[in-house]
């Protein structure tokens, strides 16, 4: 599971996703594409899906110029945006790797045995040092978005269900039948397209102290790849954030990828 | 024996009834080309043939029948065909000499909603596996194949197992789930092993002919 990496460790078994599978570094920057006009995330795709994708990456972008208010985070190649405050900082891919969120030797070799394996990771948060040294503090005060992309194996694409879609970031499931983790939003179940998905809203107790999230997870059709954001804190940081983590979440948008 | 073509129309928004209601007749048409029946439900959106040889029964003629103990979610599409000489309702999932299908559609519960993946699809109508951990002999005649078409998303699968009125039952089947994942269609054709084996053609022809058409949304 791509569980963060704070996550409590004991509820690690409900996992469907293997802990801290990452992906090449060539998958993980939105630049990449803009600069080398390579996209390898598309590969095989047609060609007329990846332009509009481009394309409502460039028009992303001209709006994002146009305000100063958010900034646009994503990968074009991934089919995956969302806004966030102009104020919070994009990790860098050294910081992701510091915070254990990537790892590119884990994920080529999940890749190569049929695992499951990121294909994009994002880490945000109004605080540029939250997870500088070492794994990120979920529990704290800052409020954080954590996005990812990820390639499900066979396993992971068999078994995965509308209810396991909540597990990717912490074992909710598990942890609420622990009682260490509470709804708090009735759970809503989202078609968008060709994809299926869920939005909760969570507190959970981590090893660092008590969670508070919000988190949509949707799946394509043919169940072989998920995108992920959950945005919290800590339970009283995330009242008081809440109008500006709803935004991010609202934001949050899925073109996709041909099923 | 000849059977006329049924189709149940219920329609409710008349767009996209009128595009299925396209399909179907075009369905019907070719079926009637080919002297097959229609099974067929406009308003779920269900369509598959049947040789013309076999006899085509309502939900009603189901009472008291090995299917009906199967069924704990009340269909909202539900019919079986038999090409029994001696056609009954409730050939249907016995190990019947004769090829028998069932034709279902119905809604999934907020807990399957939830719980419904491609590996659990293969228990909708039969609990495969847990009649496998109960430690009954269930083969597996084809691995499972995932199936998708816009939203929708499904499997097809062939299993052997003993039937609940005793003697083997040989069946393929194949389930679709739309994008809300509340509601399963499903098409299931089987009979005795041996009949499993001779019949391989008219029931993969049946089979070949299941059409949930991808309606966005829906």
């Given at each position: 599971m791509a569980h963060l990496p704070n996550a409590q460790e004991k509820v690690g078994a409900s996992g469907i996703l293997p802990v801290g599978v990452v992906v090449p570094l060539r998958y993980l920057s939105p630049f990449y594409t803009r600069v080398t006009g390579k996209n390898p995330g598309a590969a095989g795709r047609s060609s007329a899906a990846v332009s509009l994708v481009a394309f409502g990456a460039v028009i992303a972008l001209l709006l994002s110029s146009c305000s100063t208010s958010v900034t646009y985070a994503g990968s074009s190649s991934q089919g995956v945006f969302f806004k966030l405050p102009h104020s919070w900082t994009l990790y860098n891919q050294t910081t992701l790797q510091d915070?254990?969120?990537?790892?590119?030797?884990?994920?080529?070799?999940?890749?190569?045995?049929?695992?499951?394996?990121?294909?994009f990771v994002s880490f945000a948060s109004p605080n540029p040092h939250l997870g500088t040294h070492g794994a990120p503090d979920l529990s704290g005060s800052s409020p954080w978005a954590y996005n990812f992309v990820e390639s499900l194996g066979g396993s992971d694409a068999e078994s995965m269900s509308l209810s396991s879609l909540q597990d990717l970031v912490l074992p909710v499931d598990t942890l609420t039948q622990q009682g260490d983790a509470q709804p708090l939003a009735a759970t809503k179940y989202l078609v968008k397209g060709d994809l299926r998905g869920t939005r909760v809203a969570y507190e959970a107790k981590s090893q660092s102290g008590s969670v508070s999230f919000e988190q949509v997870a949707l799946v394509n059709s043919p169940t072989n790849e998920v995108w992920v954001l959950a945005v919290g804190c800590s339970p009283s940081c995330f009242e008081a954030h809440r109008a500006t983590i709803d935004h991010i979440v609202d934001s949050f948008t899925v073109t996709g990828q041909e099923s | 024996m000849r059977w006329s073509p049924r189709t149940v129309f219920n329609s409710r928004g008349w767009r996209p009834a009128l595009a299925v209601a396209g399909v179907l007749a075009l369905a019907s048409a070719l079926a009637a080309c080919s002297g097959n029946h229609v099974v067929a439900s406009s308003s779920q959106q269900f369509y598959a043939s049947v040789p013309s040889g076999w006899k085509v029964f309502e939900a009603p003629s189901l009472k008291n029948s090995s299917l009906e103990s199967l069924i704990s979610t009340k269909p909202q599409f539900l019919e079986v065909a038999s090409a029994s000489p001696r056609p009954r309702a409730t050939d249907a999932f016995t190990s019947s000499r004769y090829p028998w299908a069932i034709a279902m559609v119905r809604p999934l519960s907020p807990a399957e909603q939830s719980q419904l993946s491609f590996e659990s699809m293969s228990d909708v109508l039969v609990p495969v596996d847990e009649l496998s951990q109960l430690g009954d002999n269930v083969q597996l005649l084809s691995q499972p194949t995932e199936q998708v078409n816009g939203p929708l998303h499904g499997i097809v699968l062939a299993v052997q197992l003993q039937g609940?009125?005793?003697?083997?039952?040989?069946?393929?089947?194949?389930?679709?789930?739309?994008?809300?994942?509340?509601?399963?269609?499903?098409?299931?054709?089987?009979?005795?092993?041996?009949?499993?084996?001779?019949?391989?053609?008219?029931?993969?022809?049946?089979?070949?002919?299941?059409?949930?058409p991808d309606n966005k949304g829906k």
């Open positions: 915070m254990g969120l990537v790892n590119p030797t884990q994920t080529s070799q999940a890749e190569a045995q049929g695992d499951s394996y990121q294909l | 609940p009125s005793g003697g083997q039952i040989a069946y393929q089947q194949s389930t679709w789930v739309n994008g809300a994942t509340n509601k399963i269609w499903l098409l299931m054709v089987g009979c005795s092993p041996s009949c499993y084996q001779q019949q391989q053609s008219a029931i993969s022809s049946v089979m070949s002919s299941f059409l949930v």
